[in-house]
């Protein structure tokens, strides 16, 4: 008879196996996620442009009624401009978690396949130039990691919630070739010169420098930036200009593909940019709106730097560096 009670605990113990592999992701462990996807300071949502785009360019963003007076033509003597730009094919994010009885950590891997896209337009009549245009394949991989602290919460049955408290940068990219190694924002002063520095990031503390999720680096609304990128580029270099630079810093920022802009920061020597061809790449934005009606909105930026045969050589290969950082725009 012993046997007889034996054989049905067993089968309970299996049934609740099964159950428990069928549903791998713990309650709590599914809050986190949900928050993960609701919250607009995280994601890739912004990195892809869909296709094609300006150099410099603004799509769906409050603008304050200034239109863009940047030209994208090239100083290449050749007549032509360049347009490129992502598109996404697929997709996957994966988080690993450790979670302790009041904090979580979430170690969040975003893999993405896409399509990255360069055109040669012709300057004189518009038409695209087909030899200097192509299409490659691209895989990039990017890291952060994000902070869950449980909070008292009366109103919900288990006396508590989850939030996010704080998050790291998220970096990563494509090849081993070009690297970003530092990157600050300085104010502008009402006579156009390069203020206060108001937000500074250094490669060698990205990984566990936790921004605090209620104090985001924060700009008002239509006031100018001044952003400074430091990179490095092992050689051999592809350069296209007398000033030897062999690869392009791009400030993308906004909120999706149908609210973003882009910036490009150049290493020339003018204007904002000191020296030339000192890997410092330095470029002025006028600060976007939170949107029509709206007092305050969080927004990402992705600040990357590209091989400069990534978008010249169709078999150049494709090596970029990206940090991306979630900053507010509050209205004046």
């Keep these: 008879m012993k ?4 054989i049905p605990i067993i089968l309970l113990l299996v049934f609740s196996s099964c159950e428990n592999a069928n549903n791998s992701i713990p309650l709590d ?12 300071a995280v994601g890739m949502d912004g990195f892809d442009s869909g296709g094609d785009m ?8 409050e603008m304050g009624g200034l239109g863009r007076v940047l030209s994208d033509t090239l100083s290449f003597g050749e007549g032509y401009r360049i347009r490129y730009g992502r598109r996404l094919l697929d997709r996957d994010r994966t988080v690993e978690f ?39 394949e691209f895989s990039s991989v990017f890291r952060r990691k994000v902070r869950f602290v449980k909070v008292d919460d009366p109103s919900n049955p288990d006396g ?33 010169e390069v203020g206060e520095q108001l937000y500074s990031f250094a490669a060698d503390e990205l990984g566990d420098l936790y921004i605090d999720r209620e104090s985001l680096p924060t700009f008002m609304a239509f006031n100018g930036v001044v952003a400074y990128a430091d990179v490095t580029n092992s050689e051999p270099e592809y350069t296209m200009e007398s000033t030897g630079v062999g690869e392009w810093v791009f400030l993308n920022y906004g909120r999706n593909r149908f609210q973003r802009g882009r910036r490009h920061l150049h290493d020339s020597g003018i204007f904002f940019d000191q020296t030339m061809n000192d890997n410092t790449h330095t470029g002025l934005m006028r600060v976007h709106g939170p949107g029509p009606e709206q007092v305050r909105g969080i927004f990402r930026s992705f600040t990357e730097v590209i091989d400069l045969a990534t ?15 979630p900053y507010r725009v509050v209205r004046p």
Excluded: C
């Excluded at 046997?3 to 034996?6: D, E, K, R």
């Excluded at 009041?102 to 695209?128: C, M, P, Y």
């Excluded at 508590?160 to 104010?187: C, E, Q």
């Design 160 to 192: 508590y919630r989850w939030k996010i408290n704080a998050l790291t940068p998220m970096i990563g990219g494509s090849g081993d070739k070009v690297f970003i190694t530092n990157l600050s924002f300085h104010a502008v002063t009402s006579d156009l």
């Design 29 to 40: 462990e599914s809050t986190l996620l949900a928050l993960l996807d609701a919250d607009d």
């Design 3 to 6: 046997y007889i009670y034996i």
């Design 54 to 61: 300006d150099l410099d360019h603004d799509v769906g963003l």
């Design 311 to 325: 978008v010249f050589v169709s078999d150049g290969g494709f090596n970029i560096s990206v940090w991306s950082i």
């Design 98 to 136: 450790e979670t302790g009885e009041d904090t979580a950590i979430g170690l969040v891997t975003h893999t993405i396949i896409g399509e990255f896209i360069v055109k040669a337009i012709d300057t004189s009549n518009h038409e695209q130039i087909d030899s200097l245009s192509f299409t490659k």
